[in-house]
């Protein structure tokens, strides 16, 4: 029996690709890059399933050219890249990787946090130009970590990874979300902030750990930069639309706060005339957060058994659409 046929839209691992070709026939995009869109819409024409990663839009183009699509697999926790709303009334499964990625992308955000607030790349790129010149008693000033005040937006998985690494370097740590979570407060000494803004003012780093939907789209803007202390550091491993980055650029370029350090951005790739990439205090990462070699293994590996337990007609490990499940 050949099987469902399910296109996947980026080269991923040969062993991965193998299992899921033992149960479909499969057909993988080789190219780098990601498929253009009309390659895209072609490619998904006969298929039942899609293994998309979060460069495919999948919206309701997409669907409408896929007929006999049951199932997006996104290799991805988050999954604004898919319009969940019009796959649900299409009757379309989509699932997620949450969870395995967790403490890769705490790591990067700390990460970029101790490069921001020490300079790091700024001192990197320094050295390569020759401007090392001697040890200077009041050159390449930061900012401490230990001992200073972490705000979370966002605690979820990865930002409450992100507290367990803080309390390692003896931080403070606030965290915003909607709900609160008392064990996560009592058990790693965390207190809640109701309202954005009193973390926004109390923070000297603040970390953005929330899904980008209609709610989070530029919850940190112009005004929220301006509650913020001028020494703070903003990092970002959300997604580039939770903040502002016109507004961003413009307070980090006026000293309204110190620096940042974005994996994300609006527009990814950022085009190399963005001004953000003008500013020595801003680090900026490819939209790396989860790239180690053991998470994007594990990702590629639930991806496929989301993928290949819906189109079996079993519950997926993460779906974000259950109600469309006829099981
Ligand atoms: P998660 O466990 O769902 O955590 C998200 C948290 O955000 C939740 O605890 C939620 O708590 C909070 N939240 C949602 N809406 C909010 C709002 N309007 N205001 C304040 N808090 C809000 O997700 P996760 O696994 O930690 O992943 C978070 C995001 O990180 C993903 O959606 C993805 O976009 C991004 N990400 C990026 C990379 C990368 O490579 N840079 C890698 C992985 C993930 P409440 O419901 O209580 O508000
Ligand atoms: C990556 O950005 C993810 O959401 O997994």
Redo the contacts with the bound molecule.
């Keep these: 029996m050949p099987g469902p046929r399910v296109f996947v839209s980026r080269r991923i691992f040969p062993e991965v690709i193998q299992r899921l070709a033992q149960g479909c026939q499969v057909s993988m995009w080789e190219d780098p890059m990601p498929p253009p869109r009309a390659a895209l819409l072609a490619q998904v024409a006969d298929c039942d399933g899609l293994f998309a990663t979060i460069t495919e839009r999948v919206d309701g183009e997409l669907m409408a050219a896929a007929p006999r699509l049951r199932v997006v697999s996104n290799m991805?926790?988050?999954y604004?890249n898919v319009d969940v709303a019009e796959a649900t009334r299409r009757g379309i499964l989509v699932g997620n990787t949450?969870?395995v990625?967790?403490e890769t992308?705490a790591d990067?955000a700390f990460a970029l946090l101790l490069a921001a607030a020490r300079r790091v790349a700024e001192g990197d790129r320094a050295v390569r130009q020759g401007a090392w010149r001697t040890w200077d008693p009041m050159g390449w000033l930061g900012y401490d970590i230990h001992g200073a005040t972490l705000g979370i937006?966002?605690?979820?998985?990865?930002?409450l990874e992100v507290a367990k690494r803080a309390r390692g370097f003896g931080m403070h740590i606030l965290y915003?979300?909607?709900?609160r979570r008392p064990e996560a407060e009592a058990q790693y000494n965390l207190t809640y902030c109701a309202d954005?803004d009193t973390l926004l003012r109390q923070a000297d780093f603040v970390t953005l750990?929330?899904?980008?939907?209609k709610?989070?789209h530029y919850?940190v803007g112009a005004e929220q930069l301006r509650q913020m202390k001028p020494t703070a550091i903003l990092v970002n491993?959300?997604?580039g639309s939770v903040v502002d980055q016109r507004a961003l650029y413009e307070a980090l370029r006026d000293g309204v706060i110190a620096a940042a350090g974005l994996?994300?951005m609006e527009q990814e790739p950022v085009p190399l005339d963005d001004p953000l990439l003008t500013l020595p205090n801003c680090v900026v990462t490819p939209?790396?957060?989860?790239?180690s070699v053991a998470t994007r293994r594990r990702m590629a590996e639930m991806a496929t058994d989301n993928l290949l337990a819906a189109l079996g007609g079993q519950p997926m490990l993460s779906c974000v659409n259950p109600a469309v499940a006829r099981y």
């Design positions: 991805a926790v988050g604004d949450p969870g990625l967790t992308t990067l937006v966002g605690l979820g998985r990865i930002g915003h979300s909607r709900q954005l750990h929330v899904p980008l939907n709610e989070t919850l491993t959300a997604r994996d994300v939209h790396i957060g989860s790239a």
